[in-house]
């Protein structure tokens, strides 16, 4: 069974710092994807990610995969508040299976 | 752009009764799931399907059937409704490839 973890669950940081989410998934995958979500809103999609070091940029997020450690990164550069959100990360099970499987989130909350 | 549309938003249901969650895409897309969403869990896959007249279980299937007669609609049905089934339900669809998922605004249903 796919298990994917993240980690942290909760995060508060300051205005302007720098800090990753760490999303680790049990079975091989080279798909992966992370997602958006505001408070009472549906989710939205950040990054597609499909192969071994694929990098992906937008804003001020970043997201990375290493299908070798089974791990995805989404590193946050210098966080705004409008960056505070829920972030999800997202892998499919193998062998021919569509079953898109959620971690359980990291909600963020950026401080002035 | 219309993408996904759920109906209804919201709904309180006693328990023991029955509805039916309405989704609907105009994209044209094959593959569409059905999540719930609990406070904390992240998305939890109920139903999924490949294209119409073709369905499959996802991790929490009891409770719930779905059918795909059009490419367009995948309804979800709660039979004899628990407060187990107290949850916000999301409709996402996506094309072939590696597609992002596109989801739906969400139902928010409390079961009383």
């Known amino acids: 069974e796919l298990k994917v973890e993240q980690n942290p669950l909760f995060l508060s940081m300051q205005e302007g710092k720098n800090y990753t989410i760490y999303c680790n998934y049990s079975t091989t995958s080279d798909r992966l994807y992370w997602y958006r979500q505001d408070p009472g809103k549906s989710l939205e999609s950040l990054f597609v990610?499909?192969?071994?070091?694929a990098v992906k940029q937008e804003g001020r997020l970043m997201a990375s995969l290493d299908t070798k450690a089974r791990l995805s990164t989404l590193h946050i550069t210098a966080a705004v508040h409008d960056l505070s959100a829920t972030y999800f990360c997202a892998v499919y099970t193998q062998g021919g299976s569509e079953k898109l499987v959620f971690g359980k989130g990291t909600k963020l909350t950026v401080n002035p | 752009n219309a993408g996904v549309t759920q109906t209804p938003k919201f709904r309180i249901l006693k328990i023991g009764q029955s509805m039916t969650l309405q989704c609907t895409q105009d994209m044209n897309h094959n593959y569409m799931y059905w999540y719930r969403q609990d406070p904390g869990m992240g998305l939890k896959l109920i139903y999924y399907s490949v294209g119409a007249g073709i369905t499959d279980k996802g991790e929490v299937p009891n409770g719930y059937n779905v059918s795909r007669s059009t490419t367009e609609d995948f309804p979800l049905r709660l039979e004899l409704a628990a407060p187990s089934q107290t949850s916000v339900y999301f409709c996402?669809?996506?094309?072939?490839?590696?597609?992002?998922?596109?989801f739906g605004s969400g139902t928010q249903l409390s079961v009383l």
């Open positions: 990610l499909l192969s071994n070091g």
């Open positions: 996402a669809s996506r094309g072939t490839g590696y597609e992002k998922l596109f």
